[in-house]
C-alpha cells in the first residue's frame, strides 16, 4: 500500500489589533461605609436565622412567615456576600 503524502499547514497568525487600548482608571479601596454595610447585612441575615431558631414561635411575624424565615436570613446573608465581590 502506498504511503500518502503529509501536507504542510501553515502556521496560524493572528489577525493585528486594529483598535487603540484603552486605559482604565484605577479604582481606589471601597469606602469604610460599604464595608460595615456588607458586614451588617450577613450578620443580620444570621442573626434572623438564630431568633427564628430560639424564639420564632413567640414572634408573631416570625411565625407568621413560618419557613419563610429560611428564605428572609439566607438572601440577607448571600446579597452580603454579593457585596464582597465588589469590596476592593
Not at 3 to 23: F, I
Not at 51 to 62: C, K, N, S
Not at 63 to 73: K, R
Request: charged fraction near 20%; charge should be positive; proline fraction near 7%.
Amino acid at each position: 500500500m502506498p504511503k500518502s503524502k503529509v501536507r504542510k499547514k501553515d502556521v496560524y497568525t493572528p489577525p493585528a489589533d486594529r483598535r487603540t487600548p484603552v486605559k482604565l482608571k484605577a479604582k481606589g479601596p471601597s469606602h469604610p461605609i460599604y464595608i460595615t454595610v456588607m458586614l451588617l447585612v450577613m450578620l443580620l441575615g444570621l442573626a434572623w436565622l438564630v431568633v427564628y431558631y430560639l424564639a420564632g414561635q413567640d414572634i408573631q411575624f416570625m411565625a407568621d412567615l413560618g419557613s419563610w424565615n429560611f428564605a428572609v436570613g439566607f438572601a440577607l446573608m448571600i446579597t452580603g456576600l454579593l457585596m464582597t465581590m465588589r469590596w476592593r
